[in-house]
């Protein structure tokens, strides 16, 4: 009864290709994320949905597009994958987002993207 | 100054033994606080949030002083399960942006 789920675990493609990973959660939560976690373990947010719009865009290259066709699917595409993509990503889901004491996120299980 | 720090240790105890790590944050508007753990090639998971007043559930106690801006979690028994990276969570000031810390990393030994 997997809550947030990840697919591929693994990812292991060439530089120039273009990728995708989905992530689906069954929490009935209304938000969700991305995460990049690199080599040195540092978390770092990316994209943040609500309701299936966007709500936090950090400064992520535009060759990641986010895409959530319902409040339970967050996607993401990567174009023009580039060494420095290498790391794994991490989606998560958490109740609603204006609401801090409901911020408590729930993580899938990553997947580790090598880009050779 | 880093939006948060942690201290990436490595913390090495004893079975049996407290220990404790430290959190700083530098936005003082902040306004929610969580305690996440990560085993090695793992997901986080939430292991508590923090509430003003300080917090208990079990052996862990997690506390927050904004004065000084930290936030601070207490390991009483160290059981050799809770080897793990313990990552800082803070959230607010203005956004719902949530800043992770670094982690810092326990290794409990027989």
């Known amino acids: 009864d997997t809550a947030v789920s990840q697919t591929p675990k693994y990812l292991v493609t060439q530089m120039g290709n273009d990728k995708s990973i989905k992530c689906e959660q069954n929490l009935g939560h209304d938000t969700m994320y991305w995460y990049k976690q690199d080599s040195k373990k540092f978390l770092k947010i990316m994209f943040s949905y609500n309701n299936k719009e966007l709500i936090i865009n950090e400064t992520v290259p535009n060759r990641f597009s986010p895409k959530s066709p319902d409040k339970a699917h967050l996607n993401l595409h990567i174009n023009s994958l580039e060494l420095g993509d290498s790391a794994v990503y991490f989606c998560?889901?958490?109740?609603?987002?204006?609401?801090?004491?409901?911020?408590?996120?729930?993580f899938g299980p990553g997947t580790r993207l090598t880009v050779t | 100054r880093k939006e948060v720090e942690q201290d990436p240790g490595p913390f090495n105890v004893p079975e049996g033994a407290t220990v404790a790590f430290n959190c700083t944050y530098s936005?003082?508007?902040?306004?929610?606080f969580f305690w996440y753990r990560q085993d090695c090639r793992k997901e986080p998971k939430l292991l508590m949030s923090v509430y003003s007043s300080g917090n208990e559930d079990g052996r862990f106690t997690a506390q927050l002083n904004r004065a000084s801006q930290y936030i601070s979690l207490l390991i009483r028994d160290s059981k050799l399960s809770d080897s793990a990276t313990y990552l800082c969570?803070?959230?607010?000031?203005?956004?719902?942006?949530?800043?992770f810390g670094r982690g810092t990393s326990l290794i409990v030994h027989p």
């Open positions: 998560a889901s958490s109740r609603e987002f204006q609401s801090s004491s409901s911020y408590e996120q729930y």
């Open positions: 969570v803070v959230i607010g000031g203005g956004s719902y942006i949530p800043t």
């Open positions: 936005n003082s508007a902040s306004q929610s």
